[in-house]
Structures are given as C-alpha cells and as structure tokens.
C-alpha cells in the first residue's frame, strides 16, 4: 500500500501564489508518474500535471500550462505542485495521485490518491 499526504493548500487573493507538497509513504515508492488532479465544487476531478518519476518529464493541462509548474524529489518521495497568478477558477480540493501503469493523465490510470487539499482563491 502506498499513502499519498498533501499539505500546502489554503486561502489566496487572485494572482497570488501557493505551493503544494505530496508526500508518499508505504510500499517502495517507484511509480511511473506523479500528478495532482482537482475538483471543483459541482464538477468532476480533473487532470492538472503530472511528472514522470524516473525521467522528470512534464505535462500539463491548458488551463494551467504557464501559471501552474510541477516538480518532484525523488530522495524525499514528493512531488510539488508551485501555482501562480492564481484565478478563481483555480478554487478546487487538489488531490495528489500516483501511476504505475503509465501517466496519470486520467483518472482510470491512477493507483493511489491522496486525502486532497482545499485551494480557495478570492476574487
């Protein structure tokens, strides 16, 4: 069993600045990729980044390609989440998952979740 531990979330003006942290712990932790997904009230978790574990390779939604910039630790088991010029849209719980199936780029592909973390940005 993997555990997946967010913390970082909170309460931000628009345009301001929050950094996530996603912490695994259990099983030896080697996955092929890392992300976050979000979910806003009313709509369905959604994809935002993910990284590859081994390689370091990013992808990114569109609607946070240029704001938004995901990066991991791979001797510390995390993966962070940095967020700028943050929007309202932006409001969502934030869930860290992890893949061994390939990028976790939807939600069938993710093995593990995390308890996911409130972002609130007022407008």
């Known amino acids: 069993q993997v555990q997946l531990a967010e913390s970082g979330g909170g309460l931000v003006q628009a345009g301001g600045s929050l950094r996530l942290s996603c912490v695994a712990s259990?099983?030896?932790?080697?996955?092929?990729?890392v992300g976050w997904f979000r979910q806003a009230p009313g709509k369905e978790r959604e994809f935002v980044a993910v990284?590859?574990?081994?390689?370091?390779?990013?992808y990114s939604a569109d609607s946070v390609k240029g704001r938004f910039s995901i990066s991991r630790d791979n001797a510390k088991n995390a993966v962070y989440l940095q967020m700028n010029s943050l929007k309202s849209e932006d409001t969502a719980v934030y869930y860290c998952?992890?893949?061994?199936?390939?990028?976790?780029?939807?939600?069938?592909?993710?093995?593990?979740w995390g308890q996911g973390t409130q972002v609130t940005v007022s407008s």
């Open positions: 259990g099983r030896a932790f080697s996955p092929y990729s």
């Open positions: 990284i590859t574990w081994s390689t370091g390779s990013t």
């Open positions: 998952a992890a893949g061994w199936g390939g990028l976790i780029v939807r939600r069938s592909n993710v093995n593990y």
